[in-house]
């Protein structure tokens, strides 16, 4: 069975650094690699998305890698901001049936003034 | 423009009573899916449906029914209740347009069986 491993359940970071945060799969390659971030109480919030055939993505403060050597995916927020503090989940589709996705448990960012 | 939109937020249920959970969507997305939410797991599949009147099973379908009987509703049933279905229940659809492939979630349903 699919397994997504998210490296930590928590990170603390101060404001103004880089956070990163790791996802590693086993077993099946994906098609998209995706990233969530969610606010307690809210459903998850679509970030970013990487294809199996790219390297990085970059969205304003997000940059997102993909090593399909490694499968692993790194998950990168600059310059943080308190505001940025909640759970980020990563998420694999495998490209069979569209959409089906398998979710890592989420690292719980917090970031501090 | 609501997006997705799930009905009840919260409810609590007799081990043993049934309940249906409520899936809107006005986006016109033909994928939609059934999540659970425990803590200290990654969100699990528990139903999908490609379309209108296809129902396919997720990950761990045991004790769940659904229907999609239009496109724009999916129903999650829970014909006799228990306490392992505490859970957070979140619906999604899926968009597939040209570069554009995420999925969309609802607010949740908090479900607490006693």
């Known amino acids: 069975s699919q397994k997504i491993e998210q490296n930590s359940e928590a990170l603390n970071i101060q404001e103004g ?9 086993t077993n099946y390659s994906p098609a998209y690699l995706q990233w969530y971030r969610q606010d307690p ?11 199996e055939n790219e390297k990085e993505k970059r969205k304003e403060r997000l940059k997102v890698t993909f090593d399909t050597t490694l499968k692993q995916s790194l998950f990168h927020i600059t310059a943080s901001q308190p505001a940025d503090s ?15 996705l398998y979710f890592g448990r989420g690292t719980q960012l917090t970031v501090w003034p | ?20 959970l409520l899936c809107a969507q006005d986006m016109n997305h033909e994928y939609m899916y059934w999540y659970r939410q425990d803590p200290g797991m990654g969100l699990r599949l528990i139903h ?20 999609r009987l239009k496109k724009q509703n999916f129903l999650l049933g829970l014909e006799s209740a228990a306490p392992s279905q505490t859970s957070v229940y979140f619906c999604a659809t899926y968009s597939t347009g040209l570069g554009n492939t995420e999925a969309f979630f609802g607010q949740g349903t908090r479900l607490t069986v006693v």
Do not use: H
Not at chain 2, 48 to 67: I, L, R
């Open chain 2, 1 to 20: 423009n609501a997006g997705v939109t799930q009905t009840p937020k919260f409810r609590v249920l007799k081990t043993g009573q049934s309940m249906t």
């Open chain 1, 17 to 25: 650094k880089t956070a990163t945060l790791t996802c590693n799969y």
């Open chain 2, 48 to 67: 999908y449906s490609v379309g209108e009147g296809t129902t396919a099973k997720g990950e761990v379908p045991d004790g769940y029914n659904v229907s």
């Open chain 1, 86 to 100: 909640a759970t980020y989940l990563c998420a694999l589709d495998r490209g069979s049936t569209l959409g089906r």
């Open chain 1, 41 to 51: 109480g809210r459903g998850p919030v679509f970030l970013l998305l990487i294809r």
